[in-house]
C-alpha cells in the first residue's frame, strides 16, 4: 500500500472518529467549558460569557451588553462590538461582485465571501485560530453564518451539495483536520436551515468528489501566477463520487474554501466539475 493510500485511509478513519465517539466527548467537554468559563472574544480579547442571558455577552469588567447575531446561532465566540463591526462583503446579494471577477478564468456560476480579510485587520483572527490555532468551533461558526447570508441572499437555494477543497493527505495529517471540510459542514447547515420547498431538507457534503493528485507548498506570499502554476494539475475528480451525484439527480454543488486570494485554488477545482455541474463557490474570508 502507497503513502497517499494509507494516508487517505487514516483521514477517512479519523473522519468517523469524529463523528462518533471523538465528536461526542468534544461536544460534551466544550459544554462544560463553555458552561463554566469565561470565553475570549476571537477578535479582541474581550471575555465572553456564553451562559449569559439572553444570548447576551459580558466584558471582562462585567458590564452585560447584548449580542446582535442571526436567530438560532450562538454569539459567544465574538463580542457585540465584533459582531456589530464584522466588515461583511454581501457578495451573496449580488451575481456580479469581486469574487465573482478573481474567478472569471472559469464558468463560476455565483460567488461569495463573509467578510473582508485584510492582513492589517484584527478580523484575520477569525481565519488565523481556527486553521491554525485548532478552534474548529469559530469556524464552523462562521460558515453556518455565511450560510445563512448564503440562503437568504436568494441566489443559492438551489444548491444541493457542498463540495470541500481537499488538503493532501499529509498536509492533513500535519495539520489534523481540513478546514475547507469544516466550512463546508457548517455552510451546508445553515443554507438547509433555510431552505423551503422542493429544496428543503439538509443538504449533503461530499468531502470525496475532489482529491489532491499531488503535494503543493503553501499559496501564502506567492505572486498571482506563481498561485496558478502551483496548483496547475494538483487535483482530479473522483469518478464515482461523480456518478454518484449525477444519478442521484444532483446539478447544483458549492465548493468551499477558507480564503479566496487571487482564485487560483478555486479556479483550478471549478474547471475539473464545471462541465459536469452549475458551480458556485464560498469562502471566509475575501482578500481585496
Same mark, same amino acid.
Given at each position: 500500500?502507497?503513502?497517499?493510500?494509507?494516508?487517505?485511509?487514516?483521514?477517512?478513519?479519523?473522519?468517523?472518529?469524529?463523528?462518533?465517539? #471523538?465528536?461526542?466527548?468534544?461536544?460534551?467537554?466544550?459544554?462544560?467549558?463553555?458552561?463554566?468559563?469565561?470565553?475570549?472574544?476571537?477578535?479582541?480579547?474581550?471575555?465572553? &460569557?456564553?451562559?449569559?442571558?439572553?444570548?447576551?455577552?459580558?466584558?471582562?469588567?462585567?458590564?452585560? &451588553?447584548?449580542? @446582535?447575531? &442571526?436567530?438560532?446561532?450562538?454569539? @459567544?465566540?465574538?463580542?457585540? @462590538?465584533? !459582531?456589530?463591526?464584522?466588515?461583511?462583503?454581501?457578495?451573496?446579494?449580488? *451575481?456580479?461582485?469581486?469574487? &465573482?471577477?478573481?474567478?472569471?478564468?472559469?464558468?463560476?456560476?455565483?460567488?461569495?465571501?463573509?467578510?473582508? /480579510?485584510? @492582513?492589517?485587520?484584527? /478580523?484575520?483572527?477569525?481565519?488565523?485560530?481556527?486553521?491554525?490555532?485548532?478552534?474548529?468551533?469559530?469556524?464552523?461558526?462562521?460558515?453556518?453564518?455565511?450560510?445563512? /447570508?448564503?440562503?437568504?441572499?436568494? !441566489?443559492?437555494?438551489?444548491?444541493?451539495?457542498?463540495?470541500?477543497?481537499?488538503?493532501?493527505?499529509?498536509?492533513?495529517?500535519?495539520?489534523?483536520?481540513?478546514?475547507?471540510?469544516?466550512?463546508?459542514?457548517?455552510?451546508?447547515?445553515?443554507? *438547509?436551515?433555510?431552505?423551503? #420547498?422542493?429544496?428543503?431538507?439538509?443538504?449533503?457534503?461530499?468531502?470525496?468528489?475532489?482529491?489532491?493528485?499531488?503535494?503543493? *507548498?503553501?499559496?501564502?506570499?506567492?505572486? =498571482?501566477? *506563481?498561485?496558478?502554476?502551483?496548483?496547475?494539475?494538483?487535483?482530479?475528480?473522483?469518478?464515482?463520487?461523480?456518478?454518484? !451525484?449525477?444519478?442521484?439527480?444532483?446539478?447544483?454543488?458549492?465548493?468551499?474554501?477558507?480564503?479566496?486570494?487571487?482564485? =487560483?485554488?478555486?479556479?483550478?477545482?471549478?474547471?475539473?466539475?464545471?462541465?459536469?455541474?452549475?458551480?458556485?463557490?464560498?469562502?471566509?474570508?475575501?482578500?481585496?
Amino acid at each position: 500500500m502507497s503513502l497517499e493510500k494509507f494516508m487517505i485511509m487514516k483521514g477517512r478513519f479519523y473522519d468517523w472518529m469524529k463523528g462518533t465517539v #471523538g465528536g461526542g466527548l468534544r461536544l460534551a467537554l466544550t459544554g462544560l467549558r463553555n458552561l463554566f468559563f469565561v470565553r475570549e472574544c476571537a477578535v479582541c480579547g474581550q471575555g465572553v &460569557m456564553p451562559g449569559w442571558p439572553n444570548g447576551s455577552a459580558m466584558t471582562t469588567d462585567g458590564a452585560a &451588553m447584548t449580542t @446582535h447575531v &442571526m436567530p438560532g446561532l450562538t454569539g @459567544h465566540l465574538l463580542c457585540e @462590538h465584533c !459582531l456589530d463591526d464584522l466588515p461583511l462583503t454581501r457578495f451573496w446579494l449580488y *451575481s456580479e461582485n469581486a469574487a &465573482m471577477e478573481s474567478l472569471a478564468g472559469c464558468r463560476v456560476h455565483n460567488a461569495a465571501s463573509l467578510f473582508f /480579510y485584510r @492582513h492589517d485587520s484584527p /478580523y484575520c483572527e477569525i481565519v488565523r485560530q481556527f486553521k491554525y490555532g485548532r478552534r474548529e468551533s469559530l469556524g464552523l461558526w462562521a460558515a453556518r453564518l455565511l450560510g445563512r /447570508y448564503l440562503a437568504e441572499g436568494g !441566489l443559492y437555494t438551489d444548491v444541493q451539495a457542498v463540495v470541500p477543497v481537499p488538503l493532501h493527505p499529509l498536509k492533513r495529517w500535519r495539520r489534523g483536520f481540513n478546514q475547507a471540510e469544516i466550512i463546508a459542514r457548517g455552510v451546508a447547515g445553515g443554507l *438547509s436551515s433555510r431552505q423551503i #420547498g422542493e429544496n428543503s431538507g439538509k443538504i449533503p457534503v461530499v468531502p470525496h468528489l475532489l482529491r489532491r493528485r499531488r503535494y503543493t *507548498s503553501t499559496q501564502t506570499r506567492r505572486s =498571482a501566477t *506563481s498561485r496558478r502554476s502551483n496548483v496547475s494539475g494538483a487535483f482530479a475528480v473522483n469518478r464515482r463520487e461523480l456518478e454518484r !451525484l449525477q444519478e442521484a439527480g444532483v446539478k447544483h454543488i458549492l465548493i468551499v474554501d477558507d480564503v479566496l486570494t487571487t482564485g =487560483a485554488t478555486l479556479s483550478e477545482c471549478i474547471r475539473l466539475l464545471q462541465d459536469h455541474f452549475t458551480v458556485s463557490a464560498a469562502t471566509l474570508g475575501f482578500v481585496e
